[in-house]
Structures are given as structure tokens and as C-alpha cells.
């Protein structure tokens, strides 16, 4: 059983539109996370929920909303599409709030292309 | 702000050889350290971490001490294999309230046999 499970894998389209990203984790975990990793590799968080509640919202665009409509599942609505939404995404989940441990567990990433 | 610092890859090694990856940190208080593993095609792992100063983590052959004195975390490995080949990415935790990690931009090790 995948811990941290994203779909979909691949994601192409084009400008404008709106897409989703769903996030289920198996893991019991309290805390989950939205990553985005650009060509670089980079990797900056995006939000943060914990029990359903978001506690990091970084300076993100408008356009992506996430939702989190229990404490296993954390979706990732992105409206109006750019080339720069252009990445790889990632879930992740955390045992405790504030991911001190520092385990985060990731999901497999999801690569978003906008043409 | 919290910041991570990496050097630049590729680093390309032969196998066996001895590997460093240099890392150091900006934080105020007094973070966790950790290194993240990414094979390809995957995500992230945990490789290893350290809570406190001169705690020294290890999985898998690699070790990492953490320097305060010199702020760093840098990643050793005394020979590579070619399955060592992935990304790997140092990161800090701070302990206040809600936090999250803070990622260095990633050093893509390539081992050839």
C-alpha cells in the first residue's frame, strides 16, 4: 500500500485552465503539506494543513486553492493556468504539526505541464 | 529568514570513490538538520538527521555532523555505488510553533561505474 498516494502522475494542458491535484495519505498523520519543485529541483513549501486547518499559506498565487476535507486527504485546485505553474508537485504528510521530527513522507510527485 | 545553502552539481564520481556534499545554514534558534534522498522518477526520503550540535546522523553508509560552530551539515560517504546516484537535498526545522522544513536548492550525484 502506497503511504502517500498523488493523482494524477502526469498532468498537460493548456493555458487557462483549471486543474486538480489529489492527496491521500494512509499514515494517520495529522499534518499534511503541499511542495513545488520547478526545473531546478528546487523545492519550496506552498501550504500547510493540519487537522483539516491550514496553518502555512507561503506567498502563492490566488489561483491555487487547496482543500482539505479530512485530515487523510489534502487536494490541490489550481484556476486559470500559467506556463510558470509549470512543475513538479508535491505531497507530503507529517506524523506531528510542524514537522519537527523533520519525517516529512512524500508522494511520488506530480508533474504538471502547461503548454 | 531560515536559509540552506548547497554546492552547486553535478558531482560526478567514479565508484567507490569518497563522497562530500557541502551544506551550511542561516536560522535563528536552534534547528533540526536533516538530508533528504530523491531517486528519480520518485520522491523524497529521509537519509539522515541530527537534533542537536555535534550529533552526527547516519543510514546507508552516509554520515552528517552537525557543526554549529561552522553552521554546516555536510554530507560524507566513504565509497559510492551507482545506486548512490539521486539528488539530495540538506534542510532545517526550526522549533517554534508551526513550522515547516526549509530545502537547500539540491545536488544531483551521478556514480559511473
Known amino acids: 500500500d502506497t503511504a502517500v498516494s498523488q493523482t494524477p502522475k502526469y498532468l498537460v494542458t493548456q493555458m487557462g485552465n483549471d486543474k486538480s491535484i489529489k492527496c491521500e495519505q494512509n499514515l494517520g498523520h495529522d499534518t499534511m503539506y503541499w511542495y513545488k519543485q520547478d526545473s531546478k529541483k528546487f523545492l519550496k513549501i506552498m501550504f500547510s494543513y493540519n487537522n483539516k486547518e491550514l496553518i502555512i499559506n507561503e506567498t502563492v498565487p490566488n489561483r491555487f486553492s487547496p482543500k482539505s476535507p479530512d485530515k487523510a486527504h489534502l487536494n490541490l485546485h489550481i484556476n486559470s493556468l500559467e506556463l510558470g505553474d509549470s512543475a513538479v508537485y508535491f505531497c507530503a504528510s507529517s506524523p506531528i504539526a510542524g514537522g519537527n521530527t523533520g519525517e516529512l513522507f512524500f508522494g511520488e510527485g506530480s508533474r504538471l505541464t502547461v503548454l | 529568514g531560515d536559509s540552506v545553502t548547497q554546492m552547486e552539481g553535478p558531482v560526478t564520481l567514479s565508484e567507490e570513490a569518497f563522497l562530500t556534499i557541502n551544506c551550511t545554514y542561516t536560522?535563528?534558534?536552534?534547528?533540526?538538520l536533516f538530508w533528504y534522498v530523491q531517486y528519480p522518477g520518485e520522491g523524497l526520503q529521509l537519509l539522515l538527521k541530527a537534533t542537536k550540535a555535534d550529533d552526527k546522523g547516519s543510514n546507508k553508509g552516509f554520515e552528517a555532523t552537525y557543526r554549529k560552530e561552522t553552521t554546516s551539515f555536510h554530507l560524507e560517504k566513504g565509497s559510492v555505488q551507482v545506486s548512490d546516484s539521486a539528488v539530495y537535498f540538506c534542510?532545517?526545522?526550526?522549533?517554534?510553533?508551526?513550522?515547516?522544513?526549509?530545502f537547500g536548492k539540491g545536488t544531483m550525484l551521478l556514480v559511473s561505474p
Open positions: 536560522a535563528t534558534g536552534y534547528p533540526s
Open positions: 534542510a532545517l526545522s526550526d522549533r517554534r510553533g508551526y513550522s515547516t522544513l526549509t
